[in-house]
């Protein structure tokens, strides 16, 4: 048994696992019930270990070569209306107002959702973000 890859998460490990497995390669994932009982150990022992059997490494070099991560189905893209820039993200400040004022009165109070803020401008903006495609068209 060959490592091909090491995880300081067992969640990781199996992701990598069954896209190894989807590809015809079969592998096996070591240590994980370890690293969930002292996962404080996870660096110490060298992570959760991802095992392929010795002739199955040059398919999963081949398979690691040409493996490019997919864009998610549900990204979401969304614009700034002041000045087009798409470096948008979630505002984090209502988020951040309700939880001090449920550790200060024991009560959760939640504000506004959906607003957005512009890193290059600074602008906040509430916006219905669009969903995108695979081949990056907007609906």
């Known amino acids: 048994m ?3 890859a090491t995880f300081s998460k067992p969640e990781e490990a199996h992701l990598f696992r069954t896209r ?12 994980e019930h370890f690293i969930q009982m002292n996962w404080l150990y996870s660096n110490a022992v060298g992570g959760v270990r991802v095992q ?7 398919a999963a070099r081949e398979f690691l070569a040409h493996d490019s991560p997919q864009s998610p189905s549900d990204a979401v893209d969304v614009v700034c209306p002041k000045c087009g820039s798409h470096n948008t993200a979630p505002d ?3 988020r951040r107002i309700s939880f ?21 401008c600074h602008h ?4 219905h973000p669009t969903r995108t495609t695979e081949v990056g068209i907007t609906n």
């Open 100 to 120: 001090l004022i449920f550790l200060l009165f024991n009560f959760p109070l939640l504000f506004a959702r959906h607003r957005w803020r512009c890193a290059s």
């Open 124 to 127: 906040v903006f509430r916006a």
């Open 92 to 94: 984090e400040l209502p």
């Open 52 to 58: 392929i059997a010795d002739e199955d490494l040059d």
């Open 2 to 4: 060959k490592t091909i």
């Open 20 to 31: 190894l497995e989807a590809a015809g390669i079969p592998a096996y994932v070591q240590d």
